[in-house]
């Protein structure tokens, strides 16, 4: 998570207690924008993230030692013993596993680096991370103070099927049939599946997408990507689905869509149903 702040605060030797304390005031704080990138290529996931100037930032705790590069940018670390670090962009090292506390000096663009062929984001951050329980709870308090209220889109979903002949039970259940199901293909992505308060899981943006730019690959000769199978219904969607000459499917986004803020994720990106299952009727 990162919390704007005006100026550098002196830190001296702490605890991972005193971490959590620190986190929880962190979470209380306006979260900064830190878009983030996820590239996959074979045997790699490479997670970028912006950090702006003037944030502070607690990372979540790394599991396993893990490559790090540093492209762009000016970063102070605060060690655990009180001591601190000075990182200049371009660098590349070994980070431990645990936490970083660190003071954005300067616009930092940063990867992590692991060896993995998993391109599900949400098992990756369970594999790779340990979230704290301040940062759950702050989970669980958004989701209480939610403001969208998904109703009107959820009724407008069961209209939308309903001209197409389909109802509820039934699209979950093909939602559910993961026999025509495939991954993601290998490239970078400014989007996860996650819980969504519209309906199960859905797709959400965590880098900062512009109008009109290419999302992800929906449909790939006849295969749902999780972009195709989690993208759920809006009322007044932010995407589209936009076939190709061979017939493929790709998910674009019809508006700017925000990221993520410190470690939440971005805004959930929607479709009209009635544009997708007309584009999957063959009716342009």
Not at 120 to 144: I, M, P, R, Y
Not at 252 to 278: H, M, P, W
Request: aromatic residues 8%; glycine residues 8%.
């Amino acid at each position: 998570m990162l919390a704007r702040a005006n100026s550098q605060a002196a830190l001296v030797s702490f605890t991972e207690a005193d971490v959590e304390k620190l986190e929880t005031a962190f979470l209380a704080q306006e979260q900064a924008e830190c878009p983030v990138q996820h590239h996959f290529g074979p045997g790699v996931y490479i997670r970028e993230v912006v950090l702006p100037t003037g944030a502070y930032v607690i990372g979540h705790r790394h599991k396993t030692p893990h490559v790090n590069i540093m492209l762009e940018g000016q970063i102070t670390l605060f060690n655990q013993d009180g001591t601190r670090t000075e990182l200049t962009a371009p660098q590349t090292f070994v980070g431990g596993a645990g936490r970083k506390i660190a003071y954005i000096n300067e616009k930092v663009r940063w990867q992590n680096i692991y060896a993995t062929n998993e391109t599900n984001v949400e098992t990756l951050e369970a594999q790779l991370l340990d979230k704290s329980l301040a940062f759950e709870e702050s989970q669980k308090a958004n989701g209480f103070f939610l403001t969208h209220d998904p109703s009107a889109d959820q009724e407008d979903f069961i209209e939308a099927i309903a001209a197409f002949g389909f109802d509820p039970d039934t699209v979950w259940a093909i939602s559910d049939d993961e026999s025509d199901q495939i991954p993601l293909p290998h490239g970078g992505y400014k989007m996860m599946v996650a819980t969504s308060p519209i309906h199960g899981k859905g797709v959400f943006a965590t880098g900062d997408i512009a109008a009109h730019e290419l999302i992800a690959p929906a449909r790939l000769d006849g295969k749902r990507t999780p972009a195709g199978r989690f993208t759920n219904h809006s009322k007044t969607p932010n995407a589209e689905m936009v076939k190709s000459k061979n017939g493929d499917i790709y998910l674009f986004s019809t508006q700017s869509i925000l990221g993520c803020k410190g470690s939440n994720v971005g805004a959930e990106i929607t479709i009209d149903y009635r544009q997708a299952l007309a584009l999957s009727a063959g009716v342009e």
